[in-house]
T-cell receptor, first 113, second 112 residues
């Protein structure tokens, strides 16, 4: 299994600002994903981070709001841009290989004031 | 599109008893079914998974069963312990794009 770390673990931000979340995997992985999870809710996929190319976004999520980078097979970033209180949530990174298993980081707890 | 329904939303069992959580999926092409445990303040942890060519899989106190005809799969936890208290999520995947479709989650409470 892959070990995944995320930074920061939590942050409190002012509306209108942007926050970049980092995801580091301890081994090379094929797939990396970014999710959002509201308290008490299930996970919602934001996008698939593709190595060396643009991320693939799910319906309701756009690149201007959630730009994603994946410069190599072990690292990805998600930026939450021009934040509003509605962006307050837990953001999770996951990684997996060709066997479908996905392993998750500890999450980033974001509060927007 | 693919949909995964999970029941119950909350399950309270006496310590030492068994717990069963059920999920139903809609896409017959789904072939991978993982279960995750999420403790408060942590990310989801993969605890067991099953693929469509297998009907049952066990790992100590945890087992998963799959009924492809009925398109449902279940998580069984025996001899429950306080540390089993958490939110459990089921998911399904077709494998072609590795994306997981998630159930709504079950909050499992183990009563001492």
């Amino acid at each position: 299994s892959a070990v995944i770390s995320q930074k920061p673990s939590r942050d409190i931000c002012q509306r209108g600002t942007s926050l970049t979340i980092q995801c580091q995997v301890d081994s090379q992985v094929t797939m990396m994903f970014w999710y959002r999870q509201q308290p008490g809710q299930s996970l919602t996929l934001i996008a698939t981070a593709n190595q060396g190319s643009e991320a693939t976004y799910e319906s309701g999520f756009v690149i201007d709001k959630f730009p994603i980078s994946r410069p190599n097979l072990t690292f990805s970033t998600l930026t939450v841009s021009n934040m509003s209180p509605e962006d307050s949530s837990i953001y999770l990174c996951s990684a997996g290989g060709l066997t479908n298993e996905q392993f998750f980081g500890p999450g980033t707890r974001l509060t927007v004031l | 599109g693919e949909n995964v329904e999970q029941h119950p939303s909350t399950l309270s069992v006496q310590e030492g008893d068994s717990a069963v959580i059920k999920c139903t999926y809609s896409d017959s092409a789904s072939n991978y079914f993982p279960w995750y445990k999420q403790e408060l303040g942590k990310g989801p942890q993969l605890i067991i998974d099953i693929r469509s060519n297998v009907g049952e899989k066990k790992d100590q106190r945890i087992a998963v069963t799959l009924n492809k005809t009925a398109k449902h799969f279940s998580l069984h936890i025996t001899e429950t312990q306080p540390e089993d208290s958490a939110v459990y999520f089921c998911a399904a995947s077709k494998g072609s794009n590795y994306q997981l479709i998630w159930g709504a989650g079950t909050k499992l409470i183990i009563k001492p």
